[in-house]
Nanobody
């Protein structure tokens, strides 16, 4: 069973920073890509940032220059560093894992609230 455990969410003031972490609990999996997605109340889930096993990164236009996705392969962990946070970044952030030939998995999500 593959599980994803997210952490790092919370309440932050506009302009502040947070770092989200997502750990893949099962070792030895063949990872194709990992990513962060978010869903705000009343809105559809959207891609925030993704990173492939080769290190290629993609970002939503709304977060370019503010968010950075990274991976620690030894720790089976993906991070999302979020700087210059805005109220419109408020959402539940979920981690997604895509395995080579074995489907994809989602974490339960972590809440990020940007408010003064």
């Amino acid at each position: 069973q593959v599980q994803l455990v997210e952490s790092g969410g919370g309440l932050v003031q506009p302009g502040g920073s947070l770092r989200l972490s997502c750990v893949v609990t099962r070792t030895g999996v063949r990872i194709d890509a990992m990513g962060w997605y978010r869903q705000a109340p009343g809105k559809q889930r959207e891609m925030v940032a993704t990173i492939t096993s080769g290190g290629s990164r993609k970002y939503a236009d709304s977060v370019k220059g503010r968010f950075t996705i990274s991976r620690d392969n030894a720790k089976n962990t993906v991070y999302l560093q979020m700087n210059s946070l805005r109220p419109e970044d408020t959402a539940t952030y979920s981690c997604k894992l895509v395995l080579i030939g074995s489907g994809s998995y989602w974490g339960r999500g972590t809440q990020v609230t940007v408010s003064s």
